[in-house]
């Protein structure tokens, strides 16, 4: 269902109800038959869950023909890749694929990452529409379908759906101008229709106090577990920006001297020093202090930086420092360390009293805490002269900036524009009655593969040969609504299980895991079971107000957890004879639930976890729908959300406290046999789960993470929200990991 270029899906109604069509400018990505790479700037369109690719814009050149056009399949996923440098500018880059089949691949690129998730978005309407067609056909015809699963064949005929076209969205700003109408996108807001609350969806751990209001910005001191002798404290700085995320993380990101002096008094000078990949880097900086102190040698720094967009919309960029063999210490400058530190930049556009894009930035560190403890009694104004005030200012200093400079926010990414304005519709029309219509990924990878005169000859394309020629980069921002949380208290789930039958005994002490159960919160490198009230999930009015409620009691109960180490990732571990579930107690059990977190590192490692139900689950029930339903159902409701209780300050940041849908983030495997469940999910398959497993791994041994599973509610009937399973993982040791026979 639309809602100013965001939405939620509506079930089967997704399919049904309301048309969309975007558009814009993209980079096609790819390496010709001679090993050459190429960056083509093309006209990309998307009706339905069909696409279609053009050199020129179709608006402005009707009878244009497409140069590759393809669908989207219910196998069909989308990864977001990053930065990558090209020429003399960076691009945000997005990787196609079969769920099924990761060879069969392709690669677009954006200018921004406001861009990427457009598009993203665009793509997953796309396979919602896809999924809803192979839902509405009949037995006969769903076989018929997922049997051509090999995409080097053709696709039969396609019978045309699209009737009833509502909207056009544009993504972005290409070379040619669009005529557009302006458009009042909160018009389209209603209640139900708004994306989750910006509040985590855990009970928050820190206990903020403001003790001043600087510049605007307000700054808050961590009071919730504040030791008298402590030699830290998490300070933050909090202010609200008139820009959406996607503007003030490029400012934020952006390495161009010239923008930063305008904004940054420390960290202005700053240089690359090596791109690990498309989400972290490693920076070099330098400063002269003596504006800060009696300092007369100069100092520079390095540190790495790590970023990655939360499925709500929320960025956040990691700070650490760091060293590099690039950058040894040079003489003149003496070396010095910044503070650890975090930005979160969220969202506020389609809260109440606010208009136009607005975001929250927060600017997180640790800092000394004898400066600051002086400073907030007014006995030093020291403080005012260091790196970590200076660290703080930063906010201030961007709302200022972005304030002084209108020309980042004053366009939109996004206009919508009347059906009858656009000729491209019937050249859609056409596709969908056309007897051929490949895998988009086929028809992008093409491309990659063939050298044809249609790609080689561009106009204003740009291509990596080193020559002259540049990739033009465009600023562009748009905004994704949202409400705030509500508290309040859980209902049960009564219905998800048949209350007809007598519950069996489900007791943890029958079965054995290769993690042992915890018997107090002191014990270490164990599991335990807490309730759900720690955690916040879709209240009964959620579709009204967006309230949040308090989760109850999980529906199943933890019986197990396995804790293996593998040369290779592996999934269908349920089907090992020594797994858990082969036990002749577990095969005695209405049902289990395994979830297999699949740990990507050197070597592998696997987290399983072992959830019974104590009587039959009601097949009619939503639980039901989803052991029993289709794999692209299961990824589009399968939710997971986390909670460092104890831990580094910067892993908490790392890890978030947001729900994540899982089957959207990762691939998902299942294995539905007997009376069980498998759900394997392989967190190596995204490079930002990459990324955060790796930073939760180095502190592992001192952190307390608690952990929920459950399927999300969309429809009235499937509120309020219950949570199927949680656990809580004490200090986990590395070496204490189980090996798994093959």
């Keep these: 269902m639309k809602r100013g270029g965001s939405w939620e899906s509506g079930g089967s109604e997704s399919g049904a109800e309301t048309r969309l069509e975007y558009f814009g400018w993209v980079y096609h990505l790819g390496t010709n038959s001679i090993g050459r790479e190429f960056c083509h700037l093309r006209f990309l369109y998307i009706r339905g869950k069909y696409v279609m690719m053009y050199k020129r814009d179709p608006h402005e050149n009707p009878g244009i023909k497409p140069i590759r056009r393809g669908v989207v399949g219910n196998t069909f996923m989308v990864e977001e890749l990053g930065r990558r440098k090209f020429n003399d500018g960076d691009l945000y880059v997005l990787r196609f694929y079969n769920r099924l089949d990761e060879e069969k691949k392709g690669e677009i690129a954006c200018a921004t990452a406001g861009e990427t998730r457009k598009w993203m978005e665009a793509f997953d309407q796309a396979k919602q529409q896809a999924e809803y067609e192979l839902s509405q056909s009949s037995t006969r015809n769903r076989l018929s379908m997922e049997d051509e699963i090999d995409l080097e064949e053709r696709r039969p005929r396609v019978r045309r759906y699209a009737h009833g076209l509502k909207k056009l969205i544009r993504i972005g700003h290409g070379p040619e101008t669009l005529v557009r109408r302006s458009s009042n996108l909160g018009r389209h807001h209603r209640p139900s229709e708004f994306m989750e609350g910006d509040a985590a969806d855990v009970v928050e751990a820190h206990e903020w106090r403001c003790v001043r209001t600087v510049n605007g910005v307000r700054l808050f001191e961590d009071v919730s577990d504040h030791k008298p002798h402590s030699k830290t404290v998490l300070v933050k700085a909090v202010g609200a920006v008139d820009a959406s995320p996607d503007t003030v993380f490029e400012v934020v990101l952006n390495l161009d001297r010239l923008r930063r002096y305008e904004w940054d008094a420390l960290t202005g000078d700053l240089e690359l020093v090596d791109s690990i990949s498309g989400h972290s880097d490693v920076v070099y900086g330098s400063y002269d202090p003596r504006y800060l ?140 009655d056309a007897e051929v219509a490949e895998e988009f990924y086929d028809a992008i990878a093409a491309a990659d593969s063939s050298s044809s005169s249609d790609d080689d000859e561009e106009d204003g394309d740009a291509e990596l040969d080193n020559k002259n020629q540049r990739v033009k980069l465009k600023n562009v921002s748009w905004a994704i609504a949202s409400l705030a949380l509500k508290a309040k208290k859980a209902m049960d789930c009564n219905n998800e299980l048949d209350q007809h039958v007598d519950p069996v005994t489900v007791n943890p002490s029958d079965f054995c895991g290769s993690l042992h159960k915890g018997k107090s919160d002191g014990d270490s490198n164990c599991w335990t079971s807490p309730s759900g009230a720690g955690f916040k999930i879709r209240g009964k009015t959620y579709l009204k107000d967006s309230a949040k409620v308090a989760g109850g009691d999980p529906l199943l109960k933890l019986i197990a957890v396995d804790w293996f180490k593998l040369e290779s990732s592996r999934s269908k571990v349920a089907l090992h004879p020594k797994c858990v579930v082969q036990t002749e107690a577990a095969k005695k059990l209405p049902f289990i639930l395994v979830v297999n977190l699949q740990v990507p590192a050197k070597p592998n490692y696997s987290l399983v976890m072992y959830y019974a139900a104590d009587r039959p689950v009601n097949k009619n029930s939503l639980l039901g729908k989803f052991i029993d339903g289709g794999d692209a159902f299961r990824d589009s409701r399968f939710k997971l959300i986390p909670s460092i209780v104890q831990g580094y300050w910067m892993v908490k940041r790392a890890v978030g406290t947001k729900a994540c849908l899982l089957g959207k983030a990762v691939t998902c495997h299942y294995l539905r046999q007997d009376n069980f469940l498998e759900i394997d999910v392989d967190i190596g398959s995204s490079s930002v789960a990459r990324s955060i497993i790796g930073l939760v791994l180095g502190y592992v041994t001192s952190l307390v993470v608690d952990l929920a599973v459950l399927i999300e509610g969309r429809e009235e009937n499937e509120l309020p929200e219950y949570i199927l399973g949680t656990v809580r993982l004490n200090r986990v040791r590395l070496d204490t990991a189980a090996p798994l026979e093959t």
């Design 293 to 432: 102190s009696r300092w007369q040698s100069k100092r520079d720094f390095i540190f790495s930086r790590q970023w990655y967009r939360g499925q709500d919309g929320t960025y956040t960029i990691l700070q650490c420092p760091a060293i590099h063999k690039k950058r040894p210490t040079k003489s003149g400058y003496r070396r010095i360390k910044i503070n650890p530190s975090s930005w979160e930049i969220r969202n506020l556009r389609g809260l109440a009293g606010s208009n136009g894009d607005r975001c929250l930035v927060t600017h997180m560190l640790e800092i000394d805490s004898g400066g600051w403890f002086k400073w907030k009694r007014d006995k030093c104004a020291k403080f005012e002269r260091s790196i970590a005030y200076s660290l703080l200012n930063q906010v201030s200093g961007l709302k200022a900036y972005i304030s002084a400079n209108p020309a980042l926010t004053c366009e939109s990414s996004t206009t919508l524009v009347d059906t009858k304005a656009s000729d491209v519709s019937g050249l859609i029309s056409e596709f969908e």
